[in-house]
């Protein structure tokens, strides 16, 4: 893994420091090189013409669509900013977005994203960019209307496992909570023919919660806390999340916190490198 500095203007974040307890994966929308995603961040202005301070502590390199420079990049790991600061990258549209962006730590895997297939064979991303073919993965399932994805590089998660590990060390983020523990939880199966309360031990013991991201009361009553939490069972893990919004630590997806967006989306080998973790 190569770390490299290259740090946002200081009015393009906010150079102050928080606790952290959460880790955030974002993917870019664009091209392989995280040097140019963290420049596009230095440029981004809202209306007024001030900085959105908009982006992530780190960026992750990525292969070459169009093979002119080799793949030199994957796996490339970019330093925006010293991690104890915070940006507006989750860009979430509740009161709760400023608290939620400075508890937590976001890295972008720099990737396309979702892409459409053509009549021809062809895959291309939104923005109209021809993605070679071995750079495509077919999910097995849709993931929010997409089943082809410009592929996270082998390179790009072992990057993502180190980095992963070595903050949550530093931070001492736990991150047997978030996506691991959604990842687990994905795979259960209802218990049948149990009474109610017998139901409620078994989802709180198992982290079905309510949709405050809170334990359920043990009391035999099917209420609807309770409902929202048995719709949880066998929910794909990087869909919206109570636990997420209300500020739950660990490891989380962009998508746990925002239901209109595609990072990160559910590749195998990144949820297998998750589980590890």
């Not at 549209?93 to 608290?99: R, W």
Request: with cysteine.
């Amino acid at each position: 893994m190569e770390n490299v500095l290259h740090r946002l203007d200081e009015d393009s974040y906010y150079d102050e420091p928080h606790p952290k307890d959460a880790i955030f994966l974002h993917h870019s929308g664009s091209f392989h090189r995280p040097d140019w995603l963290v420049g596009s961040w230095d440029r981004d202005k809202s209306e007024s013409t001030n900085k959105i301070r908009y982006g992530a502590a780190f960026a992750i390199g990525g292969k070459d669509v169009v093979e002119k420079s080799g793949n030199s990049w994957d796996g490339k790991i970019i330093q925006a900013f010293n991690p104890e600061c915070w940006s507006h990258s989750l860009s979430i549209k509740t009161k709760s977005n400023t608290f939620l962006n400075q508890k937590s730590i976001s890295i972008e895997i720099c990737s396309f994203g979702p892409l459409e297939l053509t009549l021809d064979g062809r895959f291309f991303s939104d923005a109209k960019i021809l993605i070679p073919e071995d750079q495509v993965i077919e999910l097995g399932d849709p993931y929010r209307g997409f089943k082809y994805f410009h592929k996270y590089s082998y390179k790009q998660i072992d990057s993502l496992h180190i980095l992963i590990k070595d903050l949550s060390k530093r931070f001492e983020i736990d991150l047997a909570k978030g996506l691991k523990k959604e990842i687990e939880k994905s795979t259960l199966k209802l218990p049948q023919d149990v009474p109610t309360e017998k139901l409620q031990k078994w989802l709180n013991r198992n982290g079905f919660l309510d949709d405050r991201g809170e334990k359920l009361i043990e009391n035999g009553i099917l209420d609807q806390k309770t409902k929202f939490a048995l719709e949880q069972i066998g929910k794909n893990p990087f869909s919206i999340n109570a636990s997420a919004l209300n500020g739950s630590g660990g490891l989380w997806s962009h998508s746990n916190v925002r239901g209109d967006v595609f990072d990160v989306f559910p590749q195998p080998d990144l949820i297998e490198m998750i589980k590890s973790l």
